[in-house]
Nanobody, 128 residues
Framework: QVQLVESGGGLVQPGGSLRLSCAAS????????IGWFRQAPGKEREGVSC????????YYADSVKGRFTISRDNAKNTVYLQMNSLKPEDTAVYYC?????????????????????WGQGTQVTVSS
């Protein structure tokens, strides 16, 4: 059974850092793209970052480039999102997703329609 479980969210002050984790089970995540998305109240789900299968190419939304870093630990079957210099506008529920079981390389890494399995989300609140 394919499952993604996010953790690491919480309340942090502006300028602070958090590291989100996405633990995968039921498949080997380094064969598939893993994306991070976020959704704030009243807004559409937004692609934040993606790490592609095998070659590990990374993608970032312009709004987080230089502040967020995505990485993968194949031994733990887990993907991380290190978030630094957090801003109030980063407040949202963060989701990880995978394009498992698609076999073609992902074409739109930050588009939610490219992903078939989603985690339950973890809340990130940036506030003083």
């Amino acid at each position: 059974q394919v499952q993604l479980v996010e953790s690491g969210g919480g309340l942090v002050q502006p300028g602070g850092s958090l590291r989100l984790s996405c633990a995968a089970s039921g498949f080997t995540l380094d064969y598939y793209a893993i994306g991070w998305f976020r959704q704030a109240p009243g807004k559409e789900r937004e692609g934040v970052s993606c790490i592609s299968s095998s070659d590990g190419i990374t993608y970032y939304a312009d709004s987080v480039k230089g502040r967020f870093t995505i990485s993968r630990d194949n031994a733990k079957n887990t993907v991380y999102l290190q978030m630094n210099s957090l801003k109030p506008e980063d407040t949202a529920v963060y989701y990880c997703a995978t394009d498992f079981p698609r076999v073609l390389l992902i074409r739109r890494p930050l588009h939610p329609n490219e992903y078939d399995y989603w985690g339950q989300g973890t809340q990130v609140t940036v506030s003083s």
